[in-house]
């Protein structure tokens, strides 16, 4: 049996993990997304086209089998605008929908777009916090093996959004409430009371029964295939810093992007162990609220953003730009047991005359030894930087580690030392080609 490989990110998300699966997918299989939903913005750039993926696991675009396992939470809607958008050479047949993955349904939607009004998370406004408290709670929550079912939905849906409009109408104002129904759900709208449970649950069984056929047991697809000695690639969404366990809660996401999740998202039983690849950006960002110790608020920060083109896939907003920041990174290793790196958007900080790298955090002067649980200690952190020579040479040409300039490599090396994690691939630009093979992921060569 072969190890699978899952890529995730060791940072706040962003950190180029639908280039590496898309590197990575002409050698698997099976490419499955275990956590999260259409909050996700994955970029893959072949030759001249850039494809932006939300819900939709990168390997589609490879021709390989896809899942998206019981773990994620699935926009119906979105999926199928998505699903259409695809290069028509895409074998839509190939997607595989988990019975078990919950519903993001308009409501889900509605009470992020008003939590947001007053909580300022910075989330994406997908729904996606509200859809994982449903399935949490058991209440409001539809499963992807019930979406089609018109009656069950009705009765549901009767049931239970009084409940959820009261607490729409405690957030929002009524009159925007209204508006926002009326302009992006008018299947679902009932001019009184904001949302008929009959017009609702008829909107929602049509798009289930447009997605009724890619429903399957999707645990049984993935250990299956394991069993069979095939390859299985897992797609991880956002990242480590975003879990909602071990992340810089509150202001993280609703799903488990670290290790764990892997297992629980996709019921893969761990027949055949795991190899973790973190996917990691040569200087941090982070889109939204929250702490962020090495935020840059002055021109290094501006020619960040600048250079690596630093604006959100999903929702567009400027991502905030820092130094490299160890600490988290470490943390996020000691989390995910990161088996190998891939060091991402290395070109960015060419042209530099230094760069700068965040060893450590110091509190109240005192050196910091541990990784801080709450928002307010981690917002006392001053991290303590090292400064490191810059590079000039434009490395995006550069495909092995011996011809990247003295000065780049060191960087490298410096960031493999203090993290203890080798860095096996290394990544120049945003094309597939652009990337500098180090070793085997997994014991594959790419
Ligand atoms: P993901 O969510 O982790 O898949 O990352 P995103 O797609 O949201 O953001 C990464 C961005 O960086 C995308 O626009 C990629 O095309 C781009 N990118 C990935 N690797 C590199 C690289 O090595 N250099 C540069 N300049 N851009 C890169
Ligand atoms: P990918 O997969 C970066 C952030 C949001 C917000 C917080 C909660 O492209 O790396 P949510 O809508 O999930 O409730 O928002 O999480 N966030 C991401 N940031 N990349 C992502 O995904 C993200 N998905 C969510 O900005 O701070
Ligand atoms: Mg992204």
């Known amino acids: ?102 519903v993001v349904l308009c409501t889900h939607a509605l009470l992020d777009w008003a939590a947001e009004q007053g909580s300022g998370i910075g989330t994406t406004k997908k729904g996606i916090g509200p859809a994982y408290t449903s399935k949490a709670a058991r209440f409001g929550a539809v499963r992807m093996c019930e979406l089609a079912n018109e009656r069950l939905l009705a009765e549901m849906f009767t049931r239970e959004l009084p409940r959820v409009v009261r607490e729409l109408m405690g957030l929002a104002d009524h009159a925007e409430l209204q508006r926002k129904v009326a302009m992006e759900y008018p299947g679902c709208h ?55 366990d071990h992340g810089t809660y509150p202001y993280v996401t609703s799903s488990s992007t670290t290790r764990g999740g892997v297992f629980t998202g996709s019921g893969y039983n761990g027949s055949a162990g795991l190899y973790v690849l973190g996917v990691t950006k040569a200087y941090t960002t982070r889109v939204g609220a929250g702490p962020f110790p090495t935020e840059l608020h002055d021109a290094h920060g501006d020619a960040l953003c600048e250079r690596g083109h630093e604006f959100g896939t999903t929702t567009g907003r400027k991502r905030r730009c820092g130094w490299l920041d160890i600490p988290a990174l470490r943390y996020a290793h000691g989390i995910n047991g990161f088996d190998a790196l891939a060091l991402m958007k290395l070109d960015v900080l060419s042209g530099m005359e230094k760069v700068r790298v965040c060893t450590g955090y110091t509190h109240k002067g005192k050196a910091a030894s541990a990784f801080p649980a709450t928002t307010a200690d981690l917002e006392m952190m001053k991290p303590v930087y090292e400064d490191l020579q810059g590079w000039k040479e434009d490395i995006t040409g550069v495909r092995s580690f011996e011809d990247l300039p003295a000065a780049c490599r060191s960087y490298v090396e410096r960031i493999e030392q203090l993290i203890g994690v080798p860095v096996s691939l290394v990544s120049v630009g945003p094309e597939r080609s652009q990337t500098i093979v180090r070793a085997s992921i997994g014991g594959e060569r790419i």
């Open 190 to 244: 009932d001019g009184e009371h904001l949302l008929s449970p009959a017009k609702m649950a008829r909107y929602y069984a049509l798009l289930g029964r447009q997605l009724t056929s890619h429903l399957a047991n999707t645990s049984d697809i993935v250990n299956g295939t394991i069993a069979q000695g095939k390859r299985v690639l897992f797609e991880g969404a956002q990242g480590a810093m975003l879990d909602v």
């Open 1 to 102: 049996m072969s190890t699978p490989i899952a890529v995730m990110g060791a940072q706040w998300g962003d950190e180029g993990k639908g280039k590496i699966v898309d590197l990575l997918s002409k050698d698997h299989d099976l490419v499955v997304r275990y956590q999260g939903g259409n909050n996700a913005g994955h970029t893959v750039q072949i030759g001249e086209h850039t494809h932006k993926l939300h819900l939709v696991p990168s390997g589609m675009l490879s021709g390989k089998e896809c899942v998206l396992g019981n773990g994620t939470v699935i926009e119906p809607r979105a999926l199928l605008d998505e699903l259409q958008a695809l290069p028509p050479a895409c074998d839509r047949s190939l997607l595989r929908i988990s019975e078990r993955a919950h």
